[in-house]
């Protein structure tokens, strides 16, 4: 197996550890820092940041600024560790079935 598709077979699985990590504290806000924390042993810093754009951009969380709550709609729009992430309604979907995605494993 070549380097290349070890990168995006662990990606699918990162994307799946990032949204159940979230989803731990599903009705409040993570900080990022925390997912990181948490996290990892498992996963780098560039790993999780990858995830949280990727899952950031199919709606399945969402952003904010940790100190103003303003909401962030794309993460080259803030620093990374100054955010917070929720699941969003098609977050909870996928995490209970009833959404499909080929980047996140079940």
């Known amino acids: 197996m ?5 990168h995006r ?3 699918c699985d990162n994307n799946a550890r990032v949204l159940r990590a ?3 504290l599903r009705t409040r806000y ?21 995830c949280v754009n990727y899952l950031n951009e199919g709606g ?7 100190e103003f709550h303003g909401e962030v709609s794309d ?4 620093e990374l560790h100054s955010l917070e992430a929720k699941l969003t309604a098609r977050g909870i979907a996928f995490l209970n079935g009833k959404v499909s995605d080929p980047c ?3």
Request: proline share 0%; hydrophobic share 45%.
């Open 60 to 66: 399945y969380i969402k952003l904010r600024d940790i």
């Open 22 to 24: 979230i989803n731990a």
């Open 9 to 11: 077979e662990k990606f």
């Open 75 to 78: 993460l080259a729009d803030a």
């Open 104 to 106: 996140i494993r079940r």
């Open 2 to 6: 070549d380097m290349e598709r070890v």
């Open 30 to 50: 993570v900080h990022i820092r925390d997912l990181e924390y948490g996290l990892g042993a498992e996963m780098t810093e560039s790993e999780i940041a990858d």
